[in-house]
């Protein structure tokens, strides 16, 4: 029978690499976009939810690096659980 588990370090790495790409896009975003454009831009991602009054498009280096570094480990322990249910859930039907 086909192995039919996932790898949840495997899966970890991979969430967290694409939350963090996303992250980074973000930022890239705030800080190519004037304020009134990423307003509309965040509004209209967020299906209407209006970030005027939270929306900051300047944050210190340190703030980012910090938020890029949270964003991964989220993102790997997202990944790393989903692999961990799912491989429960398959074993369980065995």
């Known amino acids: ?3 039919t588990t996932i ?3 495997g899966l970890g790495l991979a969430f967290g690499l694409t939350a963090t790409i996303f992250y980074i896009g973000c930022v890239i975003t705030l800080a190519a976009t004037p304020h009134d454009k990423a307003i509309l831009f965040f509004n209209s991602l967020l ?3 209006d ?3 939270i929306l900051k498009t300047s944050m210190p280096v340190s703030q980012m690096i910090f938020g890029v570094i ?3 480990i989220l993102g790997w322990f997202a990944g790393a659980m989903t692999a961990v249910f799912y491989n429960l859930s398959v074993k ?3």
């Open 70 to 72: 949270t964003t991964f």
């Open 47 to 49: 299906h209407g939810i």
């Open 7 to 9: 790898n949840p370090k």
């Open 51 to 53: 970030v005027t009054s």
């Open 92 to 94: 369980d039907k065995r």
């Open 1 to 3: 029978m086909k192995n």
